[in-house]
């Protein structure tokens, strides 16, 4: 019986696990707790995409005889590493930024007049 190709079988994983993925939907005034949950979305593809790259880095180590330490440091965990700090960075930017603006003038919530 013919072996399956381990990058396929990790497509296949995530190919299942985005037709179950429901991103985050926003009603009326996002707050933070909708900026968390499209972060919370974000990293959830990336737990779904890292393994494909995982795979792909495994796969060529097993083939090209790319090393364990470069398999780990350029194909793991790459979608996530990307977007933490930036996109996620960007989206609770965004609300803070949008919360700021709205919020009635007076203190703020740390205590500092407007």
Known sequence: MPQHH???MAIA???ARLAAFRPTRIVGEPDRADAHG?????MTLAAVVDPIVQ???DYAQSTLGIPAADVDRYFR???RGALEGNATWCITQAV???QESVAPRGRRPNGRWR
Do not use: I, T
């Open 38 to 42: 499209l972060v919370d979305d974000l």
């Open 55 to 57: 795979a792909m880095g």
């Open 13 to 15: 994983a995530a190919v």
């Open 77 to 79: 965990h790459q979608l």
């Open 96 to 98: 803070a930024e949008r």
């Open 6 to 8: 381990p990058v396929s």
